[in-house]
Nanobody
Framework: EVQLVESGGGLVQPGGSLRLSCVAS????????MSWVRQAPGKGSEWVSG???????NYADSAKGRFTIARDNAKNTVYLQMNSLKPEDTAVYYC??????????WGKGTLVTVSS
């Protein structure tokens, strides 16, 4: 059974921080590129950040300088450290796994709400 389980979302004030985690199971985590994708209320999906199986990272312009993606292959886990959060970061954050053959797995998401 393939599973991606996100956690770490919640309510945070503008300027605050959250650390999201995604724990994978049921597939060979180490050969998959991992990404975080978010969907704000009433909007389409937005790719936020990715980390390849070899550790190379990329960020959307909206995330660069504030967010950091990392992975721990020994724990089958990918993280998204989010600092200096803004109200426009409010969204459901989804974890995605993808291999070279474009086989995709998705988590169910974790809600991040940035509000005073």
């Amino acid at each position: 059974e393939v599973q991606l389980v996100e956690s770490g979302g919640g309510l945070v004030q503008p300027g605050g921080s959250l650390r999201l985690s995604c724990v994978a199971s049921g597939f060979t985590f180490g050969i998959y590129d991992m990404s975080w994708v978010r969907q704000a209320p009433g909007k389409g999906s937005e790719w936020v950040s990715g980390i390849t199986f070899s550790g190379s990272t990329n960020y959307a312009d909206s995330a660069k300088g504030r967010f950091t993606i990392a992975r721990d292959n020994a724990k089958n886990t990918v993280y998204l450290q989010m600092n200096s959060l803004k109200p426009e970061d409010t969204a459901v954050y989804y974890c995605n796994a993808r291999n070279m053959r474009s086989l995709d797995y998705w988590g169910k998401g974790t809600l991040v709400t940035v509000s005073s």
